[in-house]
């Protein structure tokens, strides 16, 4: 962030609207949907993280990194579009505590003050033993998450990880100003020396050759799209359990677009080609189970384009599936 801009949180945050989370009625009196166990948090007030809850979901409510990089406006409004299917989806978990603390907005185009208080919350969250689960939202929201765990976590000898699955490396330099197109390689840049990079799902005719070459100087792993299939699972579990045994704290970010478009139609950039969600079920159980995430978003999801709102459905099941694993740990 730059000197002199403002930091503070009542300039950039909208708490939780309880209002979002509805659902069918029941005549149980134990709780079967999610909208009937979600606690509220309002980040202004301290005494509301009080009880400690387990997993804790904040909104980025932020477009501007995607308009930076001449994308498809919408994103900014995906949060709570996720939020009302996931209020629906009948409850699969018995022990976590699941809390929704509200969204971090972009007034205007100022991007790097709000990724900046999205950092610090971030990082409150973690020191305060909640792992946070952020919905996006463009995918600059990996920089200000990364930093923010970084933040909470950093400890000498300490080596964290990062798996994006997307179609794209984001890996772009930073010509003029930040955007949705450049994060990883502002985290590589910074923490780069305790931080590895793993991305899955890359897509060769989205990426430049320039940047798998800045992937190769970066020292950076990937996996290719078409290498994702259930059939080749053995070996991309294989290739994870590789990059997972050298690092201490995994965060791993998923981008929507990183879908095949008729599971995922609403995000900033479609493609006919990508990932089968069953394919990526399976691999977020695997990873789960490796005890090293420490937290998990998911971005670009734009619910102008979406269609039956499939894609927001899609962002809530995978959420829930993780949800369940966290659950059994």
């Not at 919350?121 to 939202?137: D, R």
């Not at 990079?197 to 799209?225: M, P, V």
């Amino acid at each position: 962030m730059e000197k002199g801009k403002p930091n503070n949180l009542t300039t950039n945050y909208n708490a939780a609207n309880p209002s979002i989370w509805t659902g069918r009625t029941t005549t149980s009196n134990d709780a079967q949907y999610w909208y009937q166990t979600i606690r509220f948090i309002d980040l202004l007030d301290t005494t509301s993280m009080s009880d400690k809850p387990d997993i804790v979901f904040i909104g980025y409510e932020c477009e501007e990194g995607v308009r930076r990089n001449q994308g498809r406006i919408g994103a900014k409004k995906g949060s709570d579009v996720i939020r009302q299917k996931l209020a629906r989806l009948p409850i699969h978990f018995e022990q976590l505590k699941i809390a929704d603390a509200g969204n971090i907005f972009c007034i205007d185009t100022d991007l790097e003050t709000c990724q900046s208080i999205f950092s610090n919350q971030i990082e409150k969250l973690i020191k305060n033993k909640s792992f946070p689960i952020a919905l996006g939202g463009g995918h600059d929201i990996a920089y200000a998450h990364f930093r923010g765990i970084c933040n909470a976590l950093h400890k000498p000898n300490k080596k964290f990880g990062i798996i994006n699955l997307d179609a794209h490396f984001d890996l772009r330099k930073v010509e003029v100003l930040p955007n949705s197109g450049t994060p990883f390689q502002q985290i590589l840049n910074e923490f780069g020396k305790q931080t590895k990079y793993l991305a899955i799902g890359i897509q060769q005719h989205a990426n430049t050759k320039e940047l798998f070459e800045t992937a190769k100087k970066t020292d950076s792993s990937f996996i290719l799209s078409e290498d994702c299939l259930l059939e080749n699972f053995t070996n991309i579990s294989a290739q994870i359990d590789q990059f997972l045994s050298d690092i201490d704290y995994l965060y791993l970010t998923i981008d929507l677009d990183g879908f095949a478009s008729p599971y995922a139609p609403g995000v900033s950039a479609p493609s006919p080609f990508g990932f089968n969600p069953n394919f990526v079920v399976k691999l977020l159980k695997h990873i789960i189970t490796k005890n090293k995430l420490v937290a998990l978003d998911i971005a670009e999801y734009n619910p102008i384009y979406d269609i039956d709102q499939i894609t927001a459905t899609l962002a809530a099941r995978l959420i829930a599936n993780v949800v369940g694993e966290l659950d059994k740990r």
